[in-house]
């Protein structure tokens, strides 16, 4: 169970610091469309990143995973999905947590108009669906 908990933190601090931590903008805000897109998804990158630690963990420390030996492919399945639904809840957390405490995250103002708001995220998402725009 150490070792689950070992990989869903990573992942899910990978996944932050991959996609919206501040101290790496000048890297996530470089990205290509496509990249941002499926960074973006905490499911999808959740599950590349617990393949990766999985793979990391089980054949250069022969950490086991869940009861599976940690040289085998079924422990990095198996951590590749835990954290697809793992990393996900974590990250509602730490975003919640920093949205709260005021840091690093832009939050909607309260008391805009659901209008406004709406237009806002149309923009946002027009801008990422045409970056050369």
Do not use: K
Not at 104 to 114: A, I, Q, R
């Amino acid at each position: 169970m150490q070792v689950f908990a070992l990989y869903m933190l990573m992942c899910a601090a990978a996944s932050f610091l991959l996609v919206r931590a501040t101290i790496t903008e000048w890297l996530w805000s470089r990205y290509p469309y496509w990249l941002d897109s499926y960074l973006s998804c905490t499911a999808c990158s959740g599950f590349a990143l617990g393949l990766i630690a999985a793979v990391v963990g089980g054949w250069c420390f022969d950490f086991d995973f869940l009861g599976f030996a940690g040289r085998t492919w079924m422990a990095v399945l198996a951590s590749g999905m835990s954290a697809m639904v793992v990393v996900p809840i974590i990250a509602w957390a730490q975003t919640n947590a920093l949205i709260q405490l005021g840091g690093g995250l832009e939050t909607v103002d309260p008391s805009t108009e659901f209008q406004d708001a709406l237009a806002a995220a149309n923009a946002i998402a027009d801008r990422r669906a045409h970056p050369e725009a």
